[in-house]
């Protein structure tokens, strides 16, 4: 019922910038926590930022000052800006959308920051 695609993935220099996006298809609520996640090579996949309906963004200690979530719940997408981006960024990034026990990810999108 519901799908969510990312897009604005790329490769990128370090100190470089990014800016990901994600699309919701399908019944998406305004209730329900969006977010990113994301998953570098040999590592588990994990919390990059969210944000709740009618709450504050959270933010990983690795990228907070960094990186910028924001959603348009009339528009049902939920972005990510990325700035200062460092190699330890690279990492495939995933879309999140849930609540309680509705939980839908995006096919994710691959981010290389390298020189």
């Known amino acids: 019922q519901v799908q969510l695609v990312e897009s604005g993935g790329g490769l990128v220099q370090p100190g470089g910038s990014l800016r990901l996006s994600c699309a919701a298809s399908?019944?998406?609520?305004?209730?329900?926590?969006m977010g990113w996640y994301r998953q570098a090579p040999g590592k588990r996949r994990e919390l990059v930022a969210t944000?709740?309906?009618?709450?504050?963004?959270n933010y990983a200690d690795s990228v907070k000052g960094r990186f910028t979530i924001s959603r348009n719940n009339a528009k049902n997408t939920v972005d990510l800006q990325m700035n200062s981006l460092k190699p330890e960024d690279t990492a495939v990034y995933y879309c999140?959308?849930?609540?309680?026990?509705?939980?839908?990810w995006g096919q994710g999108t691959q981010v290389t920051v390298s020189s």
């Open positions: 999140y959308a849930g609540y309680i026990a509705y939980n839908y």
């Open positions: 399908g019944t998406i609520f305004s209730i329900y926590t």
């Open positions: 944000m709740p309906s009618g709450g504050s963004a």
